[in-house]
T-cell receptor, first 113, second 112 residues
Framework: AQTVTQSQPEMSVQEAETVTLSCTYDTSESNYYLFWYKQPPSRQMILVIRQEAYKQQNATENRFSVNFQKAAKSFSLKISDSQLGDTAMYFC??????????FGKGTRLHILP | KAGVTQTPRYLIKTRGQQVTLSCSPI?????VSWYQQTPGQGLQFLFEYFSETQRNKGNFPGRFSGRQFSNSRSEMNVSTLELGDSALYLCASSLGSSTEQFFGPGTRLTVL
């Protein structure tokens, strides 16, 4: 069975710093998708970034980028120039072809002023 | 486009009762997934419907059931409520095929 592990339950960084959230996963599939979702306090979950496993190039979305290491089954999220609005719960997620999405337990990120 | 809507937003029930939660997906989305979110267990997948058919199911007891209507709206039902069913229940819709899931605001269920 697929699993997703986020080893950092909680992190705090100063505004404008760069922070990296870790995620590892386990699967026997060769083709799959990986996601980072963000859940701000009392607000809806939104997609931050998506990576397709067959694409070697790491996905980027403005200040958000991933380091996808397929052989190591690692999918970390880097947030550059962190902002107060980045304070949220971040979930790493995995999906294979049957669309079932498995989420990690999340990392609570605090951006400090 | 209107986002995913869930009703009701808050619900208080007592043990042994049953509850029905509703989810209206984004127009054109045929896939609806349900998740249970608790502080201890995180987000756990309940089930996914696509074109009125349940395609995937998580590891939840049979007390948890769902359905999807021809207009893609979905309902989930929990019978014989237990204290441990207290959680935020999230619905998400997508076009399918591992595309982005769009989440609703959730229904906060409290079982007393």
């Amino acid at each position: 069975a697929q699993t997703v592990t986020q080893s950092q339950p909680e992190m705090s960084v100063q505004e404008a710093e760069t922070v990296t959230l870790s995620c590892t996963y386990d699967t026997s599939e060769s083709n799959y998708y990986l996601f980072w979702y963000k859940q701000p306090p009392s607000r809806q979950m939104i997609l931050v970034i998506r990576q397709e496993a067959y694409k070697q190039q790491n996905a980027t979305e403005n200040r958000f980028s991933v380091n996808f290491q397929k052989a190591a089954k690692s999918f970390s999220l880097k947030i550059s120039d962190s902002q107060l609005g980045d304070t949220a719960m971040y979930f790493c997620a995995f999906s294979d072809r049957d669309d079932k999405i498995i989420f990690g337990k999340g990392t609570r990120l605090h951006i400090l002023p | 486009k209107a986002g995913v809507t869930q009703t009701p937003r808050y619900l208080i029930k007592t043990r042994g009762q049953q509850v029905t939660l509703s989810c209206s997906p984004i127009s054109g989305h045929r896939s609806v997934s349900w998740y249970q979110q608790t502080p201890g267990q995180g987000l756990q997948f309940l089930f996914e419907y696509f074109s009125e058919t349940q395609r995937n199911k998580g590891n939840f007891p049979g007390r948890f059931s769902g359905r999807q209507f021809s207009n893609s709206r979905s309902e989930m039902n929990v019978s014989t409520l237990e204290l441990g069913d207290s959680a935020l229940y999230l619905c998400a819709s997508s076009l399918g095929s591992s595309t982005e899931q769009f989440f609703g605001p959730g229904t906060r269920l409290t079982v007393l």
